[in-house]
């Protein structure tokens, strides 16, 4: 840890914990009550799914923005921001009275989760130096967050059997307010609590990254409705990647970028990106198939299905306790290929499931080697994407990872809903959905292959020799302070040189 530290780590690491849970939990409470959520608000059979996709084109779009803010104007100051937004957002969300209320109280969380997730990631980065200690609080960070995921179907099936659907909203609310209990309420040496330049924001790059991800995002989750090959998706993709493209461009000109590109030379962030892509694709995808599996084939209600998710909860736990210790002793390489080829084996175990199956027969077994694989990829994941930042980018860093997870998502979730329903061909009885089902699980096994041959062929063996350092790969871009400080200090020299 920071020797200057005045803070407390632990609070630290406990409301950031606590702050991941819930952004991961939102994630998938909602969609076991997606059904109670139209009878009750009267949505429109092809506007209910914006309940969802809203949420991810909210988040997904900001969260570039959300890590360079934190970087700018203080880590703790958009954690509470984004906190309270989002607390405030899901208190409107339960109390929702018509179907545009509750769009809109869900892109207020995407909003606020996109200020305070990369804040949260960025506070751990800089307050636990890189070596065991940071290990540690990533692996507690990414337990956490598998937890939410796994634990959110769980939450959203009993909230929604024995309560009411508007309590998968409002339980957001304890919990946010835990996470802006524990924050410490004292500055860290060293965080800023003005801007931490006098540059002006990179305005332009906001936009253009703003509007290309949120594209991208709109883009592949209306394909359910839409198409592919349809000209409104090709026409919606065509122009994120345009816009996507002029935001490298302006990136890579201007003096205080959004997204250093620089970054992006390092093979330890190029690597933890494009593999926690696919981790992320192969994850989101199997929850989904898995839950319809329970429901729409084995005939589990909603409550049911949560529960049959813990054994899921209990081995990413696990497998993430692991992935500390292993990479507390060595690098994130060590734990990332057993870990990825690990969920590749139990994806691969859960494509066999038989329409006459059963909890015990074809989901146990798989989801304890799947969880326990993909606990062995989150925490390393997170490590291998920040080894080497500077504090002053572990913002940008952690803004890039957030985004690279939710796009992986959105984009696996899309592609492989369409690979499942071509196999099924339209047909809706089980022996037909369990086919399509068990298509989509095993292309999510490759996905995690593909994960594992990233992390052979890009990772470095080792870790930078300068912990804490940026990579040497990695030049540091000089802001226009610093310049401005080294070239009066140069002309103070020259001068008494003359």
């Not at 890590?67 to 100051?77: K, Q």
């Amino acid at each position: 840890m920071y020797k200057n530290s005045r803070g407390r780590p632990g609070r630290v690491l406990a409301a950031v914990a606590v702050a991941q849970f819930v952004f991961a939990l939102d994630m998938s409470v909602v969609n076991v009550a997606l059904p109670a959520i139209r009878t009750d608000l009267g949505f429109a059979p092809l506007d209910l799914s914006w309940v969802v996709h809203v949420y991810a084109l909210t988040f997904g779009g900001l969260l570039l923005l959300g890590g360079r803010a934190s970087d700018l104007y203080g880590r703790r100051r958009l954690l509470l921001l984004g906190l309270a937004v989002f607390g405030l957002c899901s208190l409107g969300g339960g109390l929702a009275q018509e179907p545009w209320q509750l769009v809109a109280a869900r892109a207020g969380q995407g909003v606020g989760a996109a200020a305070a997730a990369p804040a949260a990631l960025a506070m751990l980065t800089t307050t636990f130096t890189e070596g065991p200690g940071r290990v540690r609080a990533l692996g507690v960070w990414s337990a956490t967050n598998a937890a939410g995921g796994a634990l959110g179907v769980l939450a959203g099936g009993l909230l929604t059997e024995y309560a009411s659907w508007r309590w998968v909203m409002l339980v957001n609310l304890p919990v946010v307010a835990t996470a802006l209990a524990l924050l410490p309420a004292e500055v860290r040496p060293g965080e800023p609590v003005k801007p931490v330049r006098r540059e002006r924001p990179d305005v332009l790059g906001a936009v253009l990254a703003t509007a290309g991800i949120g594209l991208l995002v709109f883009g592949v989750v209306r394909t359910d409705v839409r198409g592919w090959g349809s000209p409104a998706t090709l026409g919606t993709l065509a122009a994120a990647g345009a816009l996507l493209a002029a935001f490298a461009v302006t990136e890579a000109r201007t003096a205080a970028p959004l997204l250093r590109l620089g970054l992006l030379r390092s093979r330890w962030v190029a690597g933890a990106n494009v593999l926690v892509f696919l981790a992320a694709a192969g994850q989101f995808t199997a929850f989904y198939f898995v839950s319809l599996y329970l429901q729409q084939v084995l005939g589990l209600g909603a409550a049911a299905t949560g529960l049959a998710f813990l054994p899921f909860s209990a081995g990413l736990v696990a497998g993430t306790v692991f992935a500390t210790r292993v990479v507390a002793r060595r690098t994130p390489r060590a734990a990332l290929v057993p870990g990825a080829v690990l969920a590749a084996a139990g994806l691969a175990w859960f494509a066999l499931i038989s329409p006459d199956g059963g909890f015990l027969t074809d989901v146990l077994g798989p989801s304890l080697v799947t969880s326990v694989g993909t606990g062995l990829v989150l925490a390393p994941v997170a490590a291998a994407g920040t080894t080497g930042m500077a504090a002053r980018e572990a913002g940008m860093a952690s803004g890039l990872l957030n985004s690279s997870r939710q796009l992986g998502g959105c984009v696996g979730l899309a592609a492989l809903a369409t690979v499942a329903a071509h196999r099924t061909g339209g047909a809706t009885d089980p022996t037909a959905l369990n086919d399509g089902y068990a298509t989509g699980l095993a292309v999510t096994a490759g996905l995690f292959v593909l994960a594992a041959l990233v992390a052979v062929a890009v990772l470095p063996r080792r870790r930078p020799e300068a912990p804490g350092l940026p990579d040497p790969l990695t030049p540091v871009a000089e802001g226009p302070a610093e310049s401005s400080a080294r070239n009066r200090a140069e002309s103070r020299l020259e001068g008494t040189r003359s």
